[in-house]
């Protein structure tokens, strides 16, 4: 009766990851439970997500490594997985289900960086913004409601806005990854879209510095100015207070993504018998909102919702 906060099937965004041919399903071993789906299977559990009351998915590809580059070109592709998972998506669930994109070139690039490299190896801003335009317009084609540009280049989400705009696509939201963190909780995504073992070095010099909160809001701020509809903190339970100055200092929607290594902590430690599984994970998503969250990106969201359903 005095409870303050309530967590609903409605605060769930469900991440999947599609991989290449039909009736595939292929766990990921380093996250019990979620597994890449051929783009037939991703239309099933969107199928699935209507059923369970949860609002969006977000679609992350698992590229084969044939059509990864050194310039990732096969992310603006308007054929390549990511399309035709969307239109795959649309085509079974109708406007039912919300589609939320990644936009970035990790699982494209054949150097596992989320954008364009010079012959050091350091990651070009401005030549990377030229191409997540043009990778979030044929998402956008495809039938994307919402891009979101997981990447951190400056000025991409104003770059990105104005593409919008100027191509045929004024309704399409931007959900901008603006704080997101050099983290090390990022493992078992970078397993399953494939470029964990492509990576050499880090990402440190455009995600964020794990000590700083101010800096975060000035990110934040940035994008909004930009054009974001909405920000994202990332990852998600070390990082309650960003999300919390976040929403306090701008009351823009901010989500969380409670990241692969947050699952799989999860479900390790309920497996090593430390608490109950089911306990653990709706305390961790209660928190987000406490935290003034208008939703959470977390791979649990199936099991949230069978929950939440009773
Ligand atoms: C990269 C991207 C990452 C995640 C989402 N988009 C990993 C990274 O930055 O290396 C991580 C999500 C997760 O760990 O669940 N564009």
Redesign the pocket.
């Known amino acids: 009766m005095q409870r303050e906060t309530v967590l609903t099937t409605d605060d769930l965004i469900w991440?999947l990851f599609v991989t290449q041919g039909s009736g595939v399903e292929d766990p990921v071993k380093s996250l019990p439970g979620v597994s890449r789906w051929s783009v037939d299977g991703i239309a099933q559990r969107a199928r699935e997500a209507v059923e369970l009351g949860i609002p969006c998915i977000a679609l992350f590809p698992n590229t084969p490594s044939g059509k990864r580059s050194e310039d990732g070109a096969e992310a603006f592709n308007p054929d390549n997985l990511m399309c035709r998972a969307i239109k795959a998506v649309r085509d079974a669930c109708g406007t039912d289900i919300g589609i939320l994109t990644?936009v970035?070139l990790?699982p494209y690039t054949s150097h596992g960086q989320?954008g364009l490299v010079d012959e050091t190896g350091y990651v070009l801003n401005d030549d990377t913004v030229a191409v997540l335009v043009d990778q979030a317009l044929v998402q956008a084609e495809a039938g994307a409601d919402i891009v979101a540009p997981?990447?951190m280049m400056d000025g991409r989400v104003k770059a990105i806005r104005m593409a919008l705009e100027m191509n045929g696509h004024p309704n399409v939201q931007i959900m901008s990854y603006a704080a997101?963190y050099a983290s090390a909780?990022?493992g078992?995504?970078?397993d399953a879209v494939g470029s964990g073992g492509l990576l050499k070095g880090d990402?440190k010099s455009y995600?964020m510095d794990p000590a700083n909160g101010d800096e975060a809001l000035r990110e934040i701020a940035l994008d909004i100015a930009e054009g974001a509809d909405s920000v994202m903190v990332k990852p998600g339970l070390a990082y309650l207070d960003v999300i919390w100055r976040a929403k306090q200092a701008f009351g823009v929607p901010v989500y969380a993504?409670q990241?692969?290594?947050e699952y799989a902590l999860i479900e390790a430690g309920a497996a090593a018998g430390i608490g109950d599984r089911d306990a653990l994970l709706m305390e961790k998503l209660v928190a987000f909102k406490r935290a003034g969250c208008s939703g959470v990106l977390t791979y649990h969201a199936p099991v949230a919702a069978r929950l939440l359903n009773g």
């Open positions: 991440p990644d970035a990790d989320d997981s990447d997101k909780f990022y078992p995504f970078r990402k995600q993504y990241v692969s290594g």
